[in-house]
């Protein structure tokens, strides 16, 4: 598929690069320089808050393109499990999310010279019980450190999951089928 715009992805994700280069045959990568830690919002909005910010700050800076804005949380019950501290937030991550079903919702913002749209995608996962060797040996390999919920359901934690419902791409960190269907909704892409 190629866009109307010139396209650039607001992130410095490898994965998020990769999913994008599925559906879009080039595209520009600029990560946003946004400070996500002077943001607060409650569970429910605030991936969707996370990815505008992104993408108005790269926006500003090339304002001629079509920008894609991104974040990815987890939720667990009411709790917001980000990316790891160190490795011992890690396995207490890991721990909690341990036999219990949690959700994963990615915020994607677009905008583009004439126009802006916005949507979430929401999977639920179910993660089997873990044991604390698991626990300590996914820590170790250091895959989970800069993932939001402390795995990634790309590599080995897709051990830990039983259960998974709706877009498996979305838990990676893009939801590359519904991000096609808006370009087409939106006219965004050309024919």
Same mark, same amino acid.
């Given at each position: 598929?190629? +866009?109307?715009?010139?396209?650039?992805?607001?992130?410095?994700?490898?994965?998020?690069?990769?999913?994008?280069?599925?559906?879009?045959?080039?595209?520009?990568?600029?990560?946003?320089? &946004?400070?996500?830690?002077?943001?607060? +919002? $409650?569970?429910?909005?605030?991936?969707?808050?996370? +990815?505008?910010?992104?993408?108005?700050?790269? &926006?500003?800076?090339?304002?001629?393109?079509?920008?894609?804005?991104?974040?990815?949380?987890?939720?667990?019950?009411?709790?917001?499990?980000?990316?790891?501290?160190?490795?011992?937030?890690?396995?207490?991550?890991?721990?909690?999310?341990?036999?219990?079903?949690?959700?994963?919702?990615?915020?994607?913002?677009?905008?583009?010279?004439?126009?802006?749209?916005? /949507?979430?995608?929401?999977?639920?996962?179910? &993660?089997?019980?873990?044991?604390?060797?698991?626990?300590?040996?996914?820590?170790?390999? $250091?895959?989970?450190?800069?993932?939001?919920?402390?795995?990634?359901?790309? $590599?080995?934690?897709?051990? /830990?999951?039983?259960?998974?419902? $709706?877009? /498996?791409?979305?838990?990676?960190?893009?939801?590359?089928?519904?991000?096609?269907?808006?370009?087409?909704?939106?006219?965004?892409?050309?024919?």
């Amino acid at each position: 598929m190629e +866009a109307k715009y010139p396209v650039v992805l607001a992130s410095g994700s490898p994965r998020r690069k990769e999913l994008l280069a599925r559906i879009l045959e080039s595209f520009e990568v600029l990560p946003s320089t &946004f400070d996500e830690s002077r943001m607060t +919002a $409650g569970p429910d909005v605030l991936a969707a808050v996370l +990815a505008e910010a992104k993408a108005r700050d790269v &926006f500003s800076h090339r304002p001629h393109s079509l920008v894609i804005g991104c974040d990815t949380i987890v939720v667990l019950g009411n709790e917001l499990l980000g990316k790891p501290a160190d490795e011992h937030d890690a396995r207490c991550m890991l721990g909690r999310l341990s036999g219990r079903v949690h959700e994963v919702t990615t915020g994607v913002f677009l905008i583009w010279p004439s126009g802006e749209h916005s /949507f979430q995608e929401t999977t639920r996962i179910a &993660f089997r019980m873990i044991t604390p060797a698991e626990i300590e040996n996914y820590v170790d390999s $250091g895959e989970p450190m800069d993932k939001a919920g402390a795995y990634a359901i790309q $590599g080995e934690a897709t051990n /830990f999951a039983t259960d998974i419902e $709706g877009d /498996f791409d979305n838990v990676v960190g893009l939801p590359v089928d519904r991000l096609r269907t808006e370009f087409n909704l939106l006219d965004l892409a050309l024919p």
